[in-house]
């Protein structure tokens, strides 16, 4: 098979990448592959020139609306219309694309056929029959100590960066130190493909350079007045039941109006639905003392979850 059909199929990774995982193939080294399934995946850009779609608040990726008709960040709430085209180049090839772990799995298995290729599952623990690649989510970490690989593939950054969370950066950056620092053989390399080569936390870590990171991480946080900065309540409603879903939000929405608190955030969860139930998601900022008991006794009434300066909002 020619190497033009060979990196056009298996398009999820740049040429220097596919060069990479051959070279440690054929050295007989072992690969483990990491895609984040579970995060945002869908890039929307430009297939000409690569633009991204920036949100001009909060410069989070945005996203298309379902009937394609406007640009949405699902962090910030930024709205603007989208007229299919690309702002930076004009061009009407604008789509968004996604990769799945069974995607991947399935054509490097039909594309390396000699090759010993398997899925992570939360079952392996180390003592599993031999292979050349595995793939996986981050949980594939459980086993990076077990194995002397060669090489560590990122799939997407974006897909742990792209998801609207204000510290989605730092979970990032500590995945992929905690990562580096169970690997057992120093001369693994890892690779992180990007389209965004230049943000602050690649930089960090290719440096190896913690302070360098927490140093921007903290300035931009103290402009946002994001924690530690802040204090920042979740609550949390899930149901299947309209009615009842309804009358639990005007539950909290009375409570916050009647409190003269400010909404930071007010809409569907991401995800939106989870175990076949809906969620949505009330999100309030503070910067002096408030109720935070009055506010748990809330939630408790009407069976919504509460936390406290949430690790993922």
């Not at 690989?149 to 950054?157: A, K, Q, R």
């Not at 409570?255 to 991401?270: D, N, T």
């Not at 995800?271 to 408030?290: E, Q």
Request: charged share 30%; net charge positive.
């Amino acid at each position: 098979m020619s190497r033009k059909t060979i990196d056009k199929n298996l398009s999820f990774f740049v040429t220097d990448t596919l060069s990479m995982i051959e070279e440690t193939l054929l050295r007989k080294g072992k690969i483990a592959i990491l895609h984040n399934r579970k995060g945002s995946s869908k890039i929307l850009r430009c297939e000409k020139c690569e633009y991204k779609f920036p949100c001009s608040t909060c410069n989070s990726s945005m996203t298309l609306s379902d009937d394609g008709k406007n640009l949405l960040c699902r962090f910030c709430k930024t709205v603007i219309p989208f007229d299919k085209r690309c702002p930076a180049c004009g061009s009407k090839k604008v789509g968004e694309r996604v990769y799945g772990i069974e995607k991947i799995y399935r054509l490097l298995k039909e594309y390396y056929p000699d090759f010993t290729i398997v899925k992570f599952t939360g079952r392996m623990d180390g003592t599993e029959e031999e292979f050349d690649i595995i793939i996986g989510t981050s949980v594939i970490k459980k086993i990076l100590g077990s194995y002397n690989f060669s090489l560590l593939v990122i799939v997407s950054g974006e897909s742990f960066l792209n998801i609207p969370d204000y510290n989605s950066e730092e979970r990032f950056f500590i995945m992929v130190n905690e990562m580096r620092s169970l690997l057992n053989n120093p001369e693994c390399k890892i690779l992180i493909q990007t389209r965004s080569p230049n943000l602050e936390v690649y930089k960090a870590l290719v440096e190896n350079n913690p302070d360098l990171f927490y140093t921007r991480e903290l300035s931009i946080r103290k402009q946002l007045l994001y924690p530690p900065f802040s204090e920042m309540i979740k609550i949390e409603i899930k149901g299947t039941k309209k009615d009842v879903f309804e009358r639990k939000k005007e539950a909290v929405e009375k409570y916050i109006k009647e409190q003269g608190y400010e909404l930071f955030y007010s809409g569907p969860a991401f995800p939106p639905v989870k175990k076949g139930k809906g969620v949505w998601k009330y999100l309030l900022r503070f910067k002096d003392n408030f109720d935070r008991d009055g506010l748990r006794k809330l939630a408790e009434e009407i069976d919504a979850a509460f936390e406290e300066n949430p690790s993922q909002i």
